[in-house]
């Protein structure tokens, strides 16, 4: 953090050829959700990688992070943190929040059903090869029949009703994008055969995946692969979490990057 009497660092601009910029790791994490739903929503963004601990320092004593906290959006002349607000703004935005405030209510329900479940993929490259990995895959496996068989109990009640497979209404909303992009996670880090009798969340996350945006953004370079090493490596060393402290690169590079 800076000292007293020291000058602020420079606010970072959003980069003016895309309409959003997001700042966060080069990974996953809690942004995750935030790129599918802009590529979902035909959003181009600019992703700043906050990659070094100065850069991260630099964005809390520019007052950018109100909590101290990744992930940041820009967009429409606002900065966004806390991934749900962001989340929300952006279904908003893209008029995918149903068709009246109950649609609005079950669609937050169920967003922040998909935040529960999300939760219980993040901490996995920090597990990786650990003693503790089987016990959160064993975990997160428990929580999925749970709550994945009372999601797919939605999709197929309003199936049943002609409405079609969707979470609420006869429409996509944020939820069905939240819900499928959690179920390719876990499908992911647990295998397909968490989906075994389910074919109402199947088949959401098939018509979700038929996007052509969200396609080109899964095929290209700003959708980050399952946490490994190197992104372990850099959120603990951004968060000085390392139990070996690197010493802080002395400023942070300008790292545009990514441009949609
Ligand atoms: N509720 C917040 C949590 C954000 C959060 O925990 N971010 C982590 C990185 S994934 C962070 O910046 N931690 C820094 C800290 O808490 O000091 C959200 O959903 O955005």
Request: aromatic share 10%; hydrophobic share 40%; charged share 25%.
């Amino acid at each position: 953090m800076g000292t007293v009497n020291s000058v602020p660092p420079q606010r970072e601009l959003p980069y003016s050829k895309t309409t959003a910029t997001l700042y966060y790791f080069a990974g996953r994490g809690l942004a995750d959700q935030i790129r599918w739903l802009m590529a979902y929503t035909e959003v181009s963004f600019t992703q700043r990688v906050v990659g070094t601990r100065q850069r991260f320092l630099n964005l809390k004593d520019s007052g950018q992070l109100p909590f101290g906290q990744l992930p940041m959006l820009q967009i429409d002349g606002v900065e966004i943190v806390q991934s749900q607000a962001i989340i929300r703004y952006i279904a908003r935005r893209a008029n995918l929040t149903g068709k009246d405030a109950k649609d609005e209510i079950a669609c937050d329900m169920l967003a922040e059903t998909a935040f529960d479940l999300l939760k219980l993929m993040t901490p996995f490259p920090f597990l990786r090869g650990t003693p503790a990995e089987a016990e959160q895959k064993a975990n997160a496996r428990k929580k999925w029949e749970e709550q994945g068989s009372r999601l797919e109990m939605y999709i197929e009640r309003n199936t049943k009703k002609g409405k079609g497979a969707y979470l609420v209404g006869n429409s996509v909303t944020y939820a069905d994008v939240l819900v499928a992009h959690v179920l390719t996670w876990f499908v992911e880090e647990l295998g397909a055969d968490i989906c075994e009798g389910m074919p109402y969340l199947l088949e959401l996350q098939h018509n979700i995946l038929q996007k052509e945006s969200l396609q080109a953004f899964l095929r290209g370079p700003q959708y980050y692969k399952l946490g490994d090493a190197e992104y372990v490596e850099q959120v603990q060393t951004v968060l000085d979490r390392k139990t070996q402290a690197a010493p802080a690169p002395p400023s942070a590079p300008s790292s545009e990057t990514k441009a949609q």
